[in-house]
């Protein structure tokens, strides 16, 4: 098992920064692929953004430019910056893990989330 706990989610202004911290702990040495997803209210979950192993990183094409993901301690602790936000960001932001060989689009575990909230 991989436990995830989430951070930094809270109130900003349009146009504003934000950063998520995401710490895994437990079986991580399984875990191939760090990932961001958000579900706004109403709205189906999404991904938002993986950091793998290789340093690699993929986006959503509505972040891409606006969001960074990076990672520490081994990739175990993942980030996500959030500059120029807007209202539609607004969401709760779960950080999620793959282990190797499958999709980060369809994580293995996830954590409990954080809110964010984008106001105009």
């Known amino acids: 098992q991989v436990q995830l706990v989430e951070s930094g989610g809270r109130l900003v202004q349009t146009g504003g920064s934000l950063r998520l911290s995401c710490a895994s702990s437990?079986?991580?040495?399984?875990?191939?692929?760090m990932n961001w997803f958000r579900r706004a209210p109403g709205k189906e979950r999404e991904f938002v953004a993986t950091?793998?192993?290789?340093?690699?990183?993929y986006y959503a094409d509505s972040v891409k430019g606006r969001f960074t993901i990076t990672a520490e301690n081994a990739g175990n602790t993942v980030y996500l910056q959030m500059n120029s936000l807007k209202p539609e960001d607004t969401a709760i932001y779960y950080c999620?893990?793959?282990?190797?060989?499958?999709?980060?689009?369809?994580?293995?575990?996830w954590g409990q989330g954080t809110q964010v909230t984008v106001s105009s």
């Open positions: 999620a893990a793959s282990e190797y060989g499958h999709s980060r689009y369809r994580p293995d575990f």
């Open positions: 437990g079986r991580t040495s399984a875990v191939s692929k």
């Open positions: 950091y793998k192993r290789d340093g690699s990183t």
